[in-house]
């Protein structure tokens, strides 16, 4: 009897006891809670920016931010314009050589010759007319001297320019000799009459139109 009542006192104690899976389960539910609660920092963070700014004044090595690094532009270094050097060399200007800018020097006063012509051809004023020459032959014989013995004298350019002020030149004989030889003899059929000085003038334009226009498609640089 007393057998039979002890084995049933360990069956009811064990009976209320949980189980095992329930029992180490609900161990390791409170383990996990007490991790939880233990993960992270606890406490006041620093000021990263204080950190930083003490940093910067005992080390001035260290580059500042775009937001304090400001460009000031009324200390920014202009392009030197006026500085020969510059603009021969950095902007890499290319340069005539001394015959071209001869050449372009006259090419003014030939047109100016030839539109003085063009207002009136057929009645020119003769002094006017030989003023103009007097010019350009001045402003040719110094391209002669210069360059008659050099390669340039084989260009284009300086063959018109010598041949049309040369026949400028006839011309303009021909029509002071006519002017004097008009009051005591006939110029009818002769290279002194109105007919043929007309034809001369006509050429004279048009080799000053061909010459100007060549003249032209010259680079300037």
């Given at each position: ?56 004044q005992q080390n001035p090595s260290i580059v500042p931010t775009d937001d304090t690094k ?152």
């Amino acid at each position: 009897m007393r057998n039979f009542l002890a084995i049933l006192f360990v069956l009811i104690f064990v009976s209320v006891l949980p189980s095992d899976a329930a029992w180490f389960g609900k161990k390791n539910k409170q383990k996990e809670e007490v991790k939880k609660e233990d993960m992270g920092y606890k406490g006041v963070l620093p000021s990263v920016n204080t950190i930083f700014e003490s940093k910067r004044q005992q080390n001035p090595s260290i580059v500042p931010t775009d937001d304090t690094k400001k460009t000031e532009k009324a200390k920014l270094e202009k392009a030197p314009f006026d500085d020969p050097i510059f603009m021969d060399e950095i902007i890499k200007k290319k340069k005539n050589s001394p015959f071209i800018d001869d050449v372009l020097y006259i090419r003014e006063p030939l047109r100016k010759f030839r539109d003085f012509i063009q207002a009136s051809p057929e009645n020119l004023n003769l002094q006017k007319y030989i003023s103009q020459v007097n010019h350009l032959s001045l402003l040719t014989n110094d391209i002669i001297s210069k360059y008659s013995n050099t390669p340039d004298a084989q260009s284009m350019q300086y063959i018109w320019i010598c041949s049309i002020v040369y026949r400028a030149k006839l011309l303009g004989n021909i029509m002071y000799d006519a002017k004097r030889y008009s009051t005591y003899m006939m110029l009818e059929g002769t290279q002194y009459s109105k007919q043929y000085i007309n034809s001369e003038v006509q050429i004279l334009l048009s080799e000053l139109d061909k010459a100007l226009y060549k003249l032209e498609e010259i680079d300037v640089y």
